[in-house]
């Protein structure tokens, strides 16, 4: 089976929903990248340069715990890091927002009734 290859973020988004699907993959994903900016942030206020890419780590590390523990799934930053990156911080927008629930179903409302050709 060939593995889909998505052509815009819009595209990749209800995939990236559909992936993060369980509330603590979320809740993970905003820890690890929560952690990743203030790493980032203290790496700047220091002017560490050479340590700000080992602010990825708490956010990815948390993040693909989280795939494997929780959804059983392989991490969309594989395949789509850029979109996967972008995805992310969209998430957690929606999460700070209150609306990433709401997303979630909406995206899968949509699947099923794809699913069911409706």
């Known amino acids: 089976m060939t593995e ?6 819009e595209e990749f988004w209800p ?13 993970m994903h905003a820890i690890g990248t ?3 900016l203030a ?4 790496c700047i206020s220091s002017r560490k340069w050479k340590l700000l890419p080992l602010a990825l780590i708490p956010g990815y590390g948390a993040a693909w715990l989280s795939h494997a523990l929780i959804e059983k799934n392989k991490p969309a930053t594989f ?11 969209k998430m957690v927008g929606l999460m700070l927002a209150g609306k990433m629930d709401e997303e979630v179903v ?13």
Do not use: K, N
């Not at 395949?79 to 911080?89: C, E, I, M, R, T």
């Open 4 to 9: 889909r290859r998505f052509q815009s973020f």
């Open 15 to 27: 995939y990236y929903v559909a992936e993060h699907s369980q509330a603590r993959t979320r809740a």
């Open 34 to 36: 929560t952690a990743a």
């Open 39 to 42: 790493c980032a942030a203290a």
């Open 79 to 89: 395949d789509y890091p850029l979109w996967s990156f972008l995805a992310d911080y």
């Open 106 to 118: 909406r995206i899968m409302r949509e699947a099923r009734h794809r699913e069911l050709g409706e």
